[in-house]
């Protein structure tokens, strides 16, 4: 584990002081200790200190970079390249070139597949791995993120692992327009479920990288129950016992449904059409948990009148909507750049392992990465050569 290398807030690191020694699991180690990190007790502004006398340690960085990069050791030539480079300018410069040559492997495409299934939690079959090969190929020919959500061709190609390349084919599930991975067969079919609650699960916790609540206002609304109302949309915009659902998403008995679904309810429409083998069909093809398990009605999500959304005043009328809806939003593209920075420090899955990057730390990167238009491989470059990677 890279201990304090990506912290960057004064929490972070009273974090990891508190948790030193016992947290330091996957990664790669790099053998560094700057030793006395196991006293909780240490005072704040040593920690800051210790934080600021970070050197850099090209060589450390190299292996690292290179194992994720390639999934193997950098050469014996590499190695002695950085190290006899002479000053620590000539050292970033020989470091950044053998960052950028692993960027152009074909063994960073096998990286890249790799990051995109554990992402997408699906894979390895061929119509589960298009999706994270869609992504990887995105990855390796530097195109932009937002592609993930608006494609409308190539976006179930194939992979070959022998030589790194990808050949484009479209998805054949029915659907006209695509959008992305969103339409995907594969995403369709691995997150079948109940009213869709799990595709449209899947698509907050990967590309916005929060479980449900996802939208929480300040001031909440006491419902008379242990829990108060803290979406941002009108609680009857959603179906419940009292407007024509099937389910009761207004019940605030036990916890607050509405908190979750109000979001969940104005999403999972879009979804409904799949059916369990991800071909979209002209009817709904998900179930309600009642008796019997019926067809899911759209008044089982919404009441009538009320339109499909993406977040509470962003309306999205059908997948390529969505699409465009979430390319646009600024907390998905922070989403994708702390997921590139998790992997490359070493951490778990952001949302499974909560391993959340403070906004500040990474905030240079998401507004060059907005700027860029969400070019995916040059996120990856900044990241593999920002000083939070390769000072120790
Ligand atoms: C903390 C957020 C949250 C709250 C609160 C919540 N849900 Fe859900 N609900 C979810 C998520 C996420 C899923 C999808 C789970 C999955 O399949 O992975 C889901 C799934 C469901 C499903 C489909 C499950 C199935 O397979 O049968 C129903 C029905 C449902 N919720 C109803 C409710 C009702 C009714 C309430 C209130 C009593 C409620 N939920 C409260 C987040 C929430």
């Not at 053998?31 to 196991?38: C, S």
């Not at 916790?205 to 109302?229: H, K, R």
């Not at 009328?317 to 593209?333: F, I, R, S, T």
Request: with cysteine; hydrophobic share 45%.
């Amino acid at each position: 584990m890279r201990k304090n290398s990506t912290l960057g807030t004064l929490s972070r690191v009273l974090a990891a002081a508190a948790l030193a020694g016992a947290a330091c699991t996957g990664g790669t180690s790099t053998g560094d200790d700057d030793g006395g990190d196991d006293d909780g007790t240490t005072p704040v502004d040593e920690w800051d200190q210790k934080l600021a006398e970070r050197e850099y340690d090209y060589n450390a960085a190299l292996r690292i970079a290179s194992l994720r990069l390639t999934g193997k050791l950098p050469t014996l030539a590499e190695v002695k390249a950085v190290a006899d480079a002479g000053d620590v300018a000539a050292q970033k410069a020989v470091y950044e070139s053998f960052v950028r040559s692993y960027l152009d492997t074909p063994e960073f495409a096998g990286q890249m597949v790799r990051f995109w299934r554990d992402t997408f939690k699906m894979g390895e079959a061929a119509m589960l791995d298009t999706a994270p090969v869609f992504a990887a190929q995105l990855t390796v020919e530097n195109r932009s993120y937002s592609e993930l959500f608006t494609a409308t061709t190539g976006t179930c190609p194939t992979f070959n692992a022998a030589d790194g390349t990808f050949t484009a084919a479209d998805c054949q599930n029915g659907v006209t327009t695509h959008a992305g991975v969103l339409s995907n067969p594969g995403v369709q079919a691995h997150f079948y479920s109940n009213m869709a609650f799990r595709r449209v699960r899947w698509v907050q916790e990967a590309f916005a990288c929060t479980a449900y609540p996802a939208e929480i206002v300040e001031q909440g609304v006491e419902m008379g129950g242990a829990q108060a109302y803290t979406a941002p949309w009108p609680f009857e915009s959603i179906a419940g016992a009292g407007n024509g659902g099937t389910v009761d998403f207004h019940d605030t008995s036990a916890v607050v449904c509405a908190n979750c679904h109000a979001t969940m309810n104005h999403l999972a429409p879009l979804f409904a059409n799949f059916d369990e083998d991800g071909v979209l069909q002209n009817t709904i093809q998900v179930k309600t948990p009642n008796d019997g398990a019926p067809d899911a009605q759209l008044s089982d999500w919404l009441p009538a009148g009320e339109a499909t959304a993406w977040r509470f005043g962003v309306p999205a009328a059908d997948l390529p909507a969505l699409g465009q809806a979430m390319a646009a939003d600024a907390k998905v593209a922070e989403c994708a750049v702390a997921r590139y920075w998790n992997w490359a420090m070493g951490k778990g899955d952001i949302v499974d392992t909560l391993s959340l990057v403070p906004p500040e730390t990474i905030q240079a990167h998401v507004a060059s990465f907005q700027a860029s238009g969400g070019l995916m491989k040059d996120a990856i470059l900044a990241v593999y050569t920002s000083d939070d990677f390769v000072k120790f």
